[in-house]
């Protein structure tokens, strides 16, 4: 089932987002929504809040990006629970990003190149990975929502400022969008 997208404004993008267990009701299904929802939305990577529902969950499949880089070809991950070191010795990479929850915004991302990352996949069998590069991008855009964080907390301050317009009319609802979002509550009309 395709689910909506919550944008930018709804307080369900900056609520904590608890850890799942094995016995979380409806797993298995939410993992097929937020895949079906991703793959409708056209997006490379998903997070559980961004459905609306606040768990540790996300979804990333960065094989539409294997033209430009070649390593990401099939690379298709369910990371629940997953837990990320930065490596600090490393340098920071700066490339544009955008999100479903914040349409029609790209803006410059400075990002560490590699990371640690501890996670179980949708059957609780436990991986542990060094990654680094682009794929290391997308998991720690995808873990930011899990830790109530957008890629726009992330950009310098004057380029925020001259987005705040656009945001501003995003929490209100105007924002044009080729799915479906959900909004802040205070604002359900379009
Ligand atoms: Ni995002």
Not at 156 to 171: C, D, E, W
Request: hydrophobic share 35%; net charge negative.
């Amino acid at each position: 089932m395709i689910l909506p997208i919550y944008v930018y404004g709804h307080p369900v993008l900056r609520s904590a987002n608890a850890d799942v267990t094995p016995d979380y009701p409806g797993l298995q299904e939410l993992i097929e929504n937020m895949k079906e929802t991703m793959y409708y939305t056209q997006g490379i990577g998903i997070a559980a809040p961004q459905v609306g529902v606040n768990a540790r969950i996300v979804y990333i499949d960065v094989d539409p990006l294997a033209e430009d880089f070649p390593e990401l070809k099939d690379c298709r991950m369910v990371l629940i629970n997953p837990e990320i070191t930065v490596d600090e010795s490393a340098p920071e990479v700066t490339r544009e990003e955008g999100c479903l929850s914040v349409p029609g915004i790209h803006e410059n991302v400075q990002r560490h190149e590699k990371i640690h990352i501890h996670w179980l996949d949708e059957n609780f069998r436990e991986h542990d990975e060094d990654i680094e590069g682009y794929l290391s991008r997308v998991i720690q855009h995808e873990c930011d929502h899990l830790d109530k964080t957008l890629f726009i907390d992330r950009i310098s301050p004057i380029r925020k400022q001259l987005i705040r317009g656009k945001l501003n009319n995003m929490v209100k609802g105007k924002v044009s969008c080729n799915y479906r979002c959900k909004f802040a509550p205070h604002n359900r009309k379009r």
